[in-house]
C-alpha cells in the first residue's frame, strides 16, 4: 500500500493518541467520517497499522528496573532457535526478544522490581532449553524511549 499525505496524517494523529475518535480524526484532517473510517480500515487491513495499544509507566506499576540479557544458545541449529524462541515467549518478565547477529544469539529486555526480582528471574532465563551462557545489563537511566515512527 502507497501512503498518500491524508494517510500518514491520519497515522502521525493515531500513533500520538490511538483513543482519538473517529469524528474528531475525521475533523482533523478535512474528511468526512466515513470516508475517514474507510482509510482507517484499508490501513488496519494492510497490516500498517498492526494493532493498537495502552503504554504503562514502569515506574508507576512496580518494575522501574530494566534488564538487558545477552544470551547464547549451544548452537543455532532450526530446532534450538525454535525451542528457545516458543520457551521465551512463555516468561512474562521478558518483554522484549530479538533474534541478533552477532556474538550473541538474542537480546533480551526484561523489566524487574530491583536487582533481588531479577535474580529470580535470572534464575529462571537459566532454565531456558539449549542456554549456552547470558550476559546482563541494567539501564541506569532510559535517555530516550519512542514508540511513534515519524510517518
Avoid: W
Avoid at 482533523?28 to 473510517?37: F, H, K, V, W
Wanted: aromatic fraction near 6%.
Amino acid at each position: 500500500m502507497i501512503l498518500d499525505l491524508t494517510d500518514r496524517k491520519i497515522l502521525n494523529i493515531l500513533q500520538s493518541n490511538a483513543r482519538t475518535s473517529n469524528a474528531d480524526l475525521a475533523e482533523q484532517i478535512n474528511l468526512s467520517p466515513s470516508a475517514c473510517l474507510r482509510r482507517v480500515r484499508q490501513l488496519e487491513g494492510s497490516g500498517i497499522i498492526d494493532g493498537y495499544a495502552m503504554l504503562l509507566n514502569q515506574i508507576a506499576i512496580g518494575r522501574p528496573t530494566s534488564v538487558f540479557v545477552e544470551v547464547t544458545l549451544h548452537d543455532q541449529s532450526e530446532e534450538s532457535l525454535a525451542t528457545f524462541e516458543a520457551a521465551v515467549a512463555e516468561y512474562p518478565d521478558v518483554m522484549e526478544c530479538y533474534l541478533m547477529s552477532g556474538d550473541a544469539d538474542y537480546l533480551l529486555r526484561v523489566v524487574a522490581a530491583d536487582t533481588t526480582d531479577f535474580e529470580r528471574v535470572h534464575k529462571l532465563l537459566g532454565r531456558l532449553p539449549k542456554l549456552a551462557h547470558t550476559r546482563s545489563s541494567f539501564v541506569l537511566r532510559t535517555v530516550s524511549k519512542r514508540t511513534k515512527f515519524n510517518i
